[in-house]
C-alpha cells in the first residue's frame, strides 16, 4: 500500500476534520459563555502538576485560559464568584475535558466530598523535606526504631 502524495479532491485538513468532530455545546456559567471542554489540552496535565501548590492568580489564569479561553476568570470574578464556586467549576470543566462528564451537582457533590479539582490549584502544606524529622532532614543520625534484632539466625551445615 502506497501513501497518496496530495490529498484526493474534497479531502479535509486535520484542523478541519477535529474542529468538526470536536465542536461541543457551550455553557453560560456566571454569565460567561464558554465552549464546554470536551478533551483536555496536554499542556494543562503539564502545566497543573508544575503549579501544583501555586496560589497566584496568573497562574490560576492560565490554566483556565488553556481550558475555558483567555479572561473568563477576570469575568468570573467580576461576577462575584466564589472560591467554592470556583472549584466546582474547575472540577466540571476537567471532568469534561478528561472525557468523563459530571452534572453540575454531581461536580458539588466531590468538592463537598473533598475530592474536587480546586484541591489541585489549592496551596499545599509543607513540603516533604519540611515535614521530615530534623535529623532525617538535616542528616544527622537516625534515632533507633527498635530494639529486637532484623537479622535472621543462621545455622551452620555440618561440615
Known amino acids: 500500500m502506497t501513501a497518496r502524495k496530495t490529498p484526493a479532491k474534497g479531502d479535509e485538513s486535520w484542523d478541519d476534520f477535529w474542529a468538526e468532530v470536536s465542536r461541543g ?13 470536551t ?12 503549579l501544583q501548590g501555586s496560589s497566584r492568580l496568573e497562574d490560576i489564569q492560565e490554566l483556565l485560559g488553556l481550558l475555558f479561553g483567555a479572561d473568563v476568570l477576570d469575568q468570573w470574578l467580576e461576577a462575584g464568584m466564589g472560591l467554592r464556586e470556583f472549584q466546582v467549576v474547575m472540577t466540571w470543566g476537567l471532568a469534561h475535558a478528561s472525557g468523563n462528564p459530571l452534572t453540575h451537582r454531581e461536580a458539588l457533590d466531590l468538592v463537598e466530598q473533598g475530592a474536587g479539582a480546586g484541591k ?30 532484623t537479622a535472621t539466625s543462621r545455622k551452620r551445615s555440618p561440615t
Open 25 to 37: 455545546r457551550t455553557e453560560t456559567i456566571r454569565g460567561v459563555e464558554v465552549q464546554v471542554p
Open 39 to 50: 478533551d483536555m489540552p496536554l499542556i494543562v496535565e503539564k502545566r497543573v502538576e508544575e
Open 120 to 149: 489541585q490549584l489549592a496551596p499545599k502544606g509543607p513540603n516533604r523535606a519540611a515535614r521530615r524529622s530534623p535529623s532525617a532532614a538535616g542528616g544527622g543520625r537516625s534515632k533507633r526504631t527498635s530494639s529486637a534484632s
